[in-house]
């Protein structure tokens, strides 16, 4: 997407370069086992990357890496318990662009501050999004047929995401807009709930990974009816695009990455930011993220992902005010 947003994200996605060593004050860093939390459920695509990541980082830390699911609220909970986490090292959250970018804008009050109470140290995957409908009594093969259905019987039909404010949450919604119509939003705690809804026709469609559309797709659960990307996608290469499925103006991503409590020592930020990029060089790990068609992000240090996330919420805060979403 050759525009402001990827502008600042494309030279850090092709990018090979490792970030320079941490210092020998890292050196005692760290002594015992390190948490890292997700905030959203088993079976989405930031437990699923985290627990291919994590091995890799307690080889190269020298210390069991342990991952605690701590879903709620679309990773506000998760993500806010590490942010009142003492700041010693002991523990990371791998949040996303939701509770650090989508959920500040909306009308309910945010229990923390994600840019004065976190630390930025790495970011992990770019995420790509698609849309998605169940086959499960609903025969669209188009999103011009289901933007004519949802058009028709506003409210009659119902769409999923793994939480309030979830990238999930916020795609589905703006592609409501874009489409002139009304449908009622059902949030789960995490995404495998989500697609066992869509395959079993609970919900009528939801936007996520492309690559975990897929499988719903190859079983004849669920049809993709575009992907957010300007090229199709090597996933879901029969699925158009959303500009050529008639929504040229429509976006939609997120993005992973470790975040410590605000007050932990820099030195073990950088330690734990030279870290996740080896691990993310690393071939096997780099080859899963390539399968899931999560590209790897590489090439930060600190404070360049600092800058990013602050220009992400610029970015997407007033946006999602704009949606209107109301706390449910």
């Known amino acids: 997407m050759p525009n402001r947003r990827t502008t600042l994200l494309l030279p850090f996605l092709a990018s090979p370069a490792l970030i320079g060593p941490a210092g020998a004050q890292t050196a005692a860093w760290p002594q015992r086992p390190v948490r890292i939390v997700v905030p959203f459920g088993t079976g989405g695509g930031t437990d699923i990357t985290t627990r291919l ?196 103006d429509y976006k939609a991503y997120s993005w992973y990455g470790f975040f410590a409590p605000a007050g932990t020592p820099r030195a073990i930020v950088e330690r734990m930011a030279a870290a996740t990029d080896q691990a993310l060089a690393d071939p096997t790990v780099k080859a899963r993220f390539d399968e899931l068609g999560t590209p790897t992000m590489r090439g930060f240090n600190p404070d360049s992902f600092a800058a990013y996330v602050r220009d992400e919420v610029a970015y997407w805060v007033p946006r999602v005010r704009a949606l209107g979403i109301r706390s449910e």
């Not at 949450?169 to 059902?186: D, K, P």
């Not at 609970?202 to 719903?216: G, T």
């Open 53 to 248: 990541l994590t091995p890799k980082l307690a080889e190269i830390l020298g210390q069991p890496v342990v991952l605690e699911n701590r879903p709620g609220a679309g990773g506000v909970v998760g993500t806010d318990a590490v942010a009142k986490s003492p700041p010693d090292g002991s523990v990371f959250v791998l949040s996303t662009l939701s509770p650090i970018g989508l959920s500040p804008g909306l009308p309910a009050p945010m229990p923390f501050d994600p840019l004065r109470d976190l630390v930025p140290v790495a970011p992990t995957a770019f995420v790509p999004i698609g849309l998605a409908v169940t086959t499960r009594g609903l025969d669209s093969r188009t999103a011009s047929d289901f933007i004519a259905r949802l058009r028709a019987e506003p409210d009659r039909y119902q769409y999923g995401s793994s939480g309030i404010g979830t990238s999930g949450h916020i795609a589905s919604a703006t592609f409501l807009i874009q489409a002139g119509a009304r449908a009622v939003h059902v949030p789960y705690r995490g995404g495998g709930q989500v697609f066992a809804a869509l395959s079993s026709g609970e919900i009528h469609f939801c936007a996520d990974i492309p690559s975990l559309l897929k499988p719903m797709q190859d079983a004849g659960n669920a049809r993709a009816l575009f992907v957010a990307t300007e090229q199709r996608s090597n996933i879901l290469p029969e699925t158009p695009t959303a500009a050529e499925a008639g929504l040229p």
